[in-house]
């Protein structure tokens, strides 16, 4: 757990905090052991289903009517050993109360999940019309498999229904945004960066709040139905099932105000003269050199423009660092990387595409920014210059 204070009039503070990832364990397997010694039978077949629910940002109540909150969510499906196959899942969420008081919501979907492995997505939960509030929600996702046993996990979140702000309906009165990813994957052991802003749209009241962070392991030992004791088959964890607060958090800077209007870093006038391809298939990537700028030391988004290629072509934006600040790539090491789908090739309109905020270093220093397409066909020519 850890907590930090702000005072906030009119304008926007961010801060960060900082989570271990998960610590991998072996299989933890409900398994009959040996009379007086021996080790445990492996199981015949261990399962497991785990369910990873997002606290969604503050959602403005709708005036005397049903309010619909989208959660987001990720199931995780396992298996080792001879096992039959997944057949679907479903995911409920309810909340178990509101603080101070007011309707509860709900929530259900299921989809098809023949296969292990993860599945992401959203759940709209509908809440009934009531006063501002907090709700704590139970979630659990049960898969079927295909001889008719059942594996579950559980987990809660809490959704905030907020009032608007005076004069703007659209937004929340007090606004948090998580500004990073909703999940971020981590190889156990390393770190993840979570960021969040803060803005009070108020405009003439100032507010002061206590800002709390834990972390829950949420994959747990999960539980299982429809399997015979004798059958030596059971469920099992992904990761260490132990309770409690198991992922240390710690909050990496103090929290400062907003940074000025961003500025745009652009090599472009206005007119597209050639497309480059390969001429032949393969993989192409292309990119552009900056200095930083000082106040602007973080990027937020990439743009770039497309030339013959087809929409729906998958692409990756990638932000790189200038170690030695000289201007030349081949040494560059990569800060961020995300994929997005051209949706406007051939047009000369930049797509834009949001990344995780990233430093690219102090005023001065040289970074990159370059679009990588791993698929490129001989009469492709996507690079628009």
């Known amino acids: 757990m850890n907590r930090s204070r702000v005072r906030s009039a009119r304008h926007a503070l961010t801060w960060s905090l900082v989570a271990a990832s998960l610590v991998t364990a072996g299989g933890l397997v409900a398994t009959d ?10 199981p ?28 987001p969510i990720v199931v995780r499906i396992a298996l080792a050993g001879a096992c039959p196959p997944p057949l679907s899942t479903t995911v409920t969420l309810t909340s178990t109360g509101c603080v101070p008081g007011g309707p509860g919501g709900s929530g259900s979907v299921t989809f098809p999940s023949g296969l292990p492995g993860t599945y992401a997505g959203s759940l709209t939960m509908t809440f009934g019309a009531g006063p501002a509030r907090i709700c704590t929600v139970v979630g659990t996702a049960t898969t079927t498999w295909a001889d008719g046993v059942t594996t579950s996990g559980t987990g809660d979140a809490v959704v905030c229904l907020v009032d608007p702000a005076p004069g703007d309906p659209s937004v929340p009165r007090l606004d948090v945004e998580r500004l990073s990813a909703d999940v971020i994957a981590a190889h156990p052991g390393d770190q993840a960066l979570y960021e969040y802003r803060i803005t009070n749209n108020d405009p003439t009241e100032t507010v002061e709040v206590m800002i709390t962070a834990d972390s829950e392991q949420t994959a747990r030992l999960g539980s299982i139905t429809g399997v015979s004791p004798a059958s030596g088959d059971g469920t099992y964890a992904i990761a260490d099932p132990g309770t409690g607060d198991n992922f240390p958090i710690a909050f990496i800077e103090d929290l400062v105000p907003t940074p ?9 006038d206005g007119t597209a003269e050639q497309q480059i391809g390969l001429g032949n298939d393969g993989a192409m990537i292309w990119l552009n050199q900056f200095d ?15 030339g013959t290629v087809p929409n729906g072509r ?35 309109t930049f797509e834009e595409v949001v990344i995780v905020p990233t430093v690219v270093g ?19 020519s996507p690079a628009l210059l």
């Open 33 to 42: 052991a040996e009379a007086c010694f021996g080790t445990p039978r492996p």
């Open 292 to 306: 930083v700028l000082p106040g602007q030391e973080v990027i937020t988004k990439v743009c770039a423009a497309f």
């Open 362 to 380: 102090p005023a001065g220093d040289s970074f990159f920014v370059g679009v990588i397409m791993q698929e490129v066909d001989a009469a492709d």
């Open 314 to 348: 998958t692409y990756s934006v990638a932000v790189y660092d200038d170690p030695d600040n000289d201007g030349d790539p081949s040494d560059a090491v990569l800060l961020t990387r995300t994929d997005a789908t051209v949706a406007a090739a051939g047009s000369g």
């Open 260 to 268: 000025p209007p961003g500025h745009n870093y652009l090599l472009s």
């Open 44 to 71: 015949a077949c261990a399962r497991s289903t785990t369910l990873l629910k997002v606290s969604p940002a503050p959602t403005v109540l709708v005036p005397a009517g049903a309010t619909m909150v989208s959660v």
